[in-house]
């Protein structure tokens, strides 16, 4: 017992090293990269997160709460993971870890998604994500995307790596699925050779749409398997799980749809009444990219629109959340000039800026502009040149997109701790 707390005690101060070192580090990066003003990487109206955000960051640090949940929501800048990798980690050194938060099987539905995780099954699942409308009309909830089956056999497995289960250990399981009520199939967590690895645990307020297992010995490696228990029961439909612990801290879920755009959260069947049931403190929201990428059908007005009534509607479904909006990246769009393609500025990434911080100061939210802290216009083509962005001026490497995230977190903390010096 007494080399286990050793072994705990070198964990925490070894996370505590690695956090100064990754502040000197960013520090040094951009002083390599002049065209990034990170002088401009403030929480713009950030008094709001004064009466609503910080108390319960404080009241964590203080023992006077168990956990506080952040939701970032997005489109393809956010589904890989680069940018909510560093935030997690870097919030979790501070506040304390209460889990990794949503996952989803990404490979089995046939995409991409973060690189902590894999995950695999053996049967083939039909996928569906919110920003495509084609090809089945399968419904989308908590994580934009969506699998499905009809065999009562087939497991969903999952696979972390062990040091990020001993830094992230997972004592609970929130599944979220369509009802059995709707002849969806029951669900059992297994190891790999069928054991049980947790008991289903419930009670009478509990979503008939979520199903949590008190989680046995932190597996790294578990198995959602479908069960049939009754006869009515024909298909699976699986949105996406929370693996969490009872650890005082923050639990910080990543949700990114490639090609989404604001309204495509809106119409997600079971979205909002799966985000409400996961409770979160703060949601960020993190997209607007592909609504200027089609800029030829874009209507500034419909856009406003789109994003009023998606806050809106998390307002009254999130009652307990406060909604941060994070200004679009700049990203360029490609023209042919003589049989090859050439890069330009998009005119209409302005245009949705501008569209974004008015709806963020006509509801009286904070917001972080990434776009100016890039550099303003143009600044995509000086992130492409130093090697941060692909070749389409669209998304940007891992390490440009976690400079995102390191600079988004330290904002925050700016703001926090600028609080925690007025409210002593």
Known sequence: MRSYFLFILLLIAMLQLSAQQDSSSLQSLLSRFPF?????????????????????????????KRQVSIAHIGDSHIQAGHITDPLRKNFQNSFGNSGRGLIFPYRVSKTNGPVDYSNSSNAAWLGKRNAYTGANNLPTGISGHTIYSTDSNAYVEFSF???????????????????????????????????????????????????????????????????????????????????????????????????????????????????????????????????????????????????????????????NATILMSVLPESYIGYRVK???????????????????LLAVQHNLPWYDWYAVMGGEASMGKWHAAG?????????????????????????????????????
């Open 339 to 357: 049989r090859r393609t050439a890069y330009k500025v998009n005119p209409a990434i302005a245009v949705v800026r501008d569209a974004q911080i």
């Open 161 to 319: 790596k062990p040091q990020d289960i001993i830094a992230s250990p997972i004592t609970k399981l929130t599944l979220f699925h369509n009802s059995w009520i709707d002849s969806n199939y029951d669900y059992k967590l297994v190891d790999t050779a069928g054991r049980l690895l947790g008991a289903e645990v419930g009670d009478t307020i509990t979503p008939e749409f979520v199903s949590q297992f008190m989680v046995y010995d932190n597996p790294n490696r578990f198995r959602i398997q479908n069960w049939r228990i009754r006869e009515m029961q024909n298909y699976s439909m699986i949105y996406g799980a929370i693996a969490s612990n009872d650890n005082p801290g923050v639990l910080y879920h990543s949700i990114g749809v490639n090609g989404a755009e604001f309204r495509h959260y809106l119409h997600g069947e079971h979205f909002m009444e799966q985000l409400a049931a996961a409770n979160p403190d703060l949601i960020i929201l993190d997209m607007g990219t592909n609504e200027a990428y089609n800029s030829k059908n874009f209507d500034a007005n419909v856009f406003y629109g789109q994003m009023d009534s998606l806050v809106t509607s998390i307002k009254a479904s999130c009652k």
């Open 36 to 64: 990034i003003k990170s002088e401009l990487s403030v929480i713009h109206n950030d008094s709001i997160l004064y009466s609503t955000l910080f108390p319960k960051l404080k009241q964590l640090q203080n023992g006077q």
């Open 388 to 424: 941060m962005t692909d070749s389409r001026r669209v998304h940007f490497s891992k390490l440009g997109y976690s400079i995102h995230g390191e600079l988004l977190y330290r904002a925050l903390m700016d703001s926090y701790n600028n609080y925690l010096t007025s409210n002593p």
